[in-house]
């Protein structure tokens, strides 16, 4: 019986049959078509279900086995009996049932006489067996005849220890009681049919070795048990020495160490210094660098196991490829094609399916099932983010926010708020249980935007703030901001203190008395629209009669902009002015912007703007419907800034362009050099030295009123700015210059970065570079920025230049050298 899908045993199972699951180097059904050979049954029918092809595939018609092989395939689950049913073609005289997923050396031809001797209709094998419960029980009387059976017994059912094997031996006379059909199990119906009409049943306690091999430790302590010769089985491979099998082809270093017992399959290689302790069973062509160390543990076929690797009573799949100090716990199970990157730590018990990657240095600590992978680190350029249900689910956000929450002081507040969508708002009611779980309340703003809910925390009332949406460009993926007082993203140090707390599970858990409470605060959005118009001159803008075309983008701006709006004495046509869950909506951003850009053009209005869904990011149209880039609408509100603030400082990130450096130096203004990253440029943002600052994706900073990004603060000072100098937007657009910078990214091993880097810094030896993020080599026309990605493998090259073939040649000049340095 071959059609089990081992469910228990997965990942090992997850893309092949539990018989033919390896065990010691050969699968299961193997060695029990062995054993049926060795006690004359060489006419074997074979039942196959689940993933049938790789059991037919493997043992053919059987002769390579010394057997003749015939297969009965199950369309739908039938059961124990119900499968032997549907092999009666073949079954027209006695015959034994065996499964091809166990473990045994069974003395079959003993049961067999047994079964002749009394005449019976069945015999069930029997075993004793210390732990009965989680097999049938079968009671019999002295003369071995069958009294009762009783599946799965609690332990005050326990009135034997002789277990049912799934050995019988049955007389043709048996598909009598077995109903066509339909699905049947032999011990929970057949035999009791049996029973009732007093036909003859009974049961022998056979000798020899008998394992179900059904849970992943089982599996373990199988080959435990064949390598201490508890069970006989035939060892591929010949003796090395007593213990120690080595098969055909393999290469073991002179310096490297067999302890033993173990098995070595063929064609492997161990490396220098290596170490294969105890209990090893290492699977055909499986390469073992230089200082790696196994011990009690099972490698599949095909492995690669890095220098240095440390493995302790662990399973790995087949293909699994393990880098360099990687290290895997007791009791972890990698299933097949699993990466595990260099040093990364897998903790104990961790199950990995397969196809899985993990990142080199992350430490995991929980199983990787959904997840698309176990990554070094959870924070990214925008938080964490990933697949909602998948990457991030309610349990990993809720045990995050417990180790985020354990920075804080017990009874400390923090700030929570999310948009519409139901992902967001499950994965926050986690977040909050976490937090109050670890004695941190929590002020709840329910929806709202991401400025907004900075805002909230920046104003004394919490000591920081988490924010959950969806990704505008992948709305199955989720993002998952988290504030400090200041209401700004947290400091890199912040997120390795709360990666620390987490990975190590080493949580504050608050008793009953001390549980965090949930508030919910009134009147943010009047509080917030109060420090905004403080910041500006709202009579000025007012006066002006500005003629607006928004967008909201669907999002929850559209809670902040009526309050808003209402101050400042604007004619608006509003698109999208209400907020749904971004998935129930497909929205194309290039097309939202056009659209807008018609209805000004249209309309007559001073201008247009599209608001990101969170209230963060914003594209600008002029007054003649001319749609700005988010480089031309960073030079347009700079040129702004400087023209009415004397002496202005502001924060550009180095790709700025170089039009930048030449507004302010015709201002008198400064500029203070940030990182590509939004952290950088809102940590130097709130130090209170700049009065303005800009990314080049749409987000701008006035630090005088958020040090952070925020859409409708930018919209506000922009017509605040505009109503000042009362220059229209076309204006200042048509005098802008063209910008012509040319981008390329370059596929670099993340082991090789700092080599590459430190190769650009020597080959532009005794140029001028600036070093704020990574190596930018200014030219009196543009200037080339070589940086290595954080998250991904990849170097990136951007170049400014006077056209576009020059800043394409100066992308190509670094690129190059890059790309041959690799090879």
Request: glycine content about 10%; overall charge negative; hydrophobic content about 45%.
């Amino acid at each position: 019986m071959a059609g089990g899908e081992g469910a228990r045993l997965r990942p090992l199972t997850s893309n092949q049959p539990k018989p033919m699951l390896p065990m010691a180097n050969r699968p299961m059904m193997e060695h029990v078509v062995s054993l049926l050979r060795h006690h004359g049954f060489d006419d074997v029918v074979v039942t196959v279900a689940f993933m049938a092809n790789a059991v037919r595939s493997y043992f053919g018609d059987g002769s390579e086995f010394g057997v003749r092989m015939v297969y009965a395939t199950e369309e739908a689950p039938l059961g124990t009996a119900g499968s032997v049913r549907n092999a009666r073609e073949q079954l027209d005289e006695r015959f034994v049932v065996i499964s091809g997923d166990v473990l045994t050396d069974m003395d079959l031809g003993s049961v067999l006489d047994y079964h002749v001797s009394k005449g019976a209709l069945a015999t069930i094998g029997l075993k004793a067996v210390e732990n009965p419960l989680e097999f049938g029980i079968v009671i019999t009387r002295d003369d071995g005849s069958i009294e009762r059976f009783l599946e799965k017994p609690s332990w005050g059912q326990v009135f034997s220890d002789t277990v049912n094997t799934g050995v019988y031996v049955l007389e043709p006379e048996i598909f009598d009681f077995i109903p066509e059909g339909r699905p049947s199990d032999f011990s929970e119906e057949v035999f009791p049919a049996v029973l009732a009409a007093q036909k003859p049943l009974f049961g022998y306690v056979a000798g020899g070795y008998w394992e179900d091999v059904g849970t992943l430790g089982a599996y373990l302590r199988a080959h435990q048990d064949i390598l201490d010769e508890k069970v006989r089985v035939e060892i591929a491979g010949f003796p090395l020495r007593p213990g120690v099998w080595l098969g055909k082809g393999a290469e073991v270093q002179p310096s490297a160490t067999i302890s033993g017992p173990a098995v070595i399959g063929d064609n492997c290689y161990i490396g220098a210094d290596a170490r294969v302790g105890e209990y090893c069973v290492i699977g055909p062509n499986v390469r073992i660098g230089e200082n790696a160390s196994l011990m009690r543990t099972v490698v599949h076929e095909n492995g690669f196991v890095g220098p240095m690797v440390r493995l302790d009573g662990c399973v790995l799949g087949r293909s699994c490829d393990l880098r360099q100090g990687a290290r895997c716990e007791e009791g972890v199970v990698l299933g097949e094609e699993t990466s595990v990157g260099a040093h990364a730590v897998i903790r104990s018990g961790v199950k990995v399916y397969p196809f899985k990657t993990v990142d080199a240095g992350a430490i995991i600590n929980t199983s990787i099932v959904w997840e698309s992978r176990g990554a070094r680190t959870l924070f990214g350029r925008s938080g964490i983010t990933g697949l909602v249900n998948v990457d991030i689910s309610p349990d990993l956000v809720m045990r995050l926010s417990m180790a985020w929450a354990s920075t804080l002081e017990r009874g400390a507040t923090i700030t929570t708020s999310r948009d519409t969508s139901r992902a967001a708002r499950v994965l926050k009611r986690a977040i909050m249980v976490g937090c109050n779980t670890a004695g941190v309340n929590v002020d709840d703003l329910e929806v709202s935007t991401i400025p907004v809910t900075r805002f909230r925390v920046r104003s004394g009332q919490s000591l920081g703030g988490i924010t959950v949406r969806l990704v505008e460009d992948d709305l199955r993926s989720v993002m998952i901001r988290f504030f400090d007082s200041d209401g700004i993203d947290v400091a890199e140090g912040t997120q390795r203190k709360i990666e620390r707390l987490y990975h190590r599970e080493e949580f504050r858990r608050a008793l009953g008395p001390n549980i965090g409470d949930i508030g919910f605060p009134a009147r943010t959005l009047e509080s917030y629209t109060a420090a905004l118009m403080s910041a500006v001159d709202v009579e000025a803008i007012s006066r002006t009669e500005f003629k607006l075309v928004l967008d909201y983008s669907l999002g929850t701006v559209s809670f902040v902009m009526p309050n808003v709006l209402g101050k400042l004495g604007s004619d608006v046509l509003v698109v999208n002015p209400y907020a749904v869950t971004a998935s129930d909506v497909a929205r194309e951003r290039g097309s939202a912007v056009g659209n807008v850009a018609d209805l000004v053009r249209a309309s007559g209005a001073h201008l247009g703007a599209v608001i990101d869904a969170g209230g963060e990011h914003i594209t600008l149209v002029d007054d003649e419907g001319r749609v700005l880039s988010d480089n031309e609408a960073l030079l347009l509100l700079l040129d702004l800034v400087v023209s009415t603030t004397p002496a202005a400082r502001v924060a550009l990130p180095v790709a700025a362009p170089i039009a930048a450096e030449r507004i302010c130096s015709a201002a008198g203004a400064e500029i203070t050099w940030t990182k590509l990253s939004a952290n950088d440029l809102m940590k130097v943002a709130s130090s209170g030295e700049v009065c303005f600052a800009a990314s080049q994706l749409g987000g701008y900073i006035f630090p005088g009123f958020l040090p952070a990004f925020d859409a409708v603060a930018t919209l506000v000072h922009l017509l605040a700015m505009l109503s000042a100098t009362g220059e229209r937007m076309s204006k200042l657009s048509d005098a802008l210059p063209v910008i012509h910078i040319a981008h390329e990214e370059v596929v670099t091993p993340r082991e090789q970065m700092g080599t590459v880097m430190r190769t650009v810094v020597e080959r532009v030896k005794g140029r001028p570079v600036i070093l704020v993020d990574g190596v930018k080599l200014p030219e009196p026309d543009g200037w080339t920025l070589v940086l290595p990605d954080p998250e991904e493998p990849v170097t990136h090259v951007w170049a400014e230049g006077p056209s576009a073939p020059v800043a394409r040649a100066r992308v190509q000049e670094q690129a190059v050298p890059i790309r041959q340095s690799l090879r």
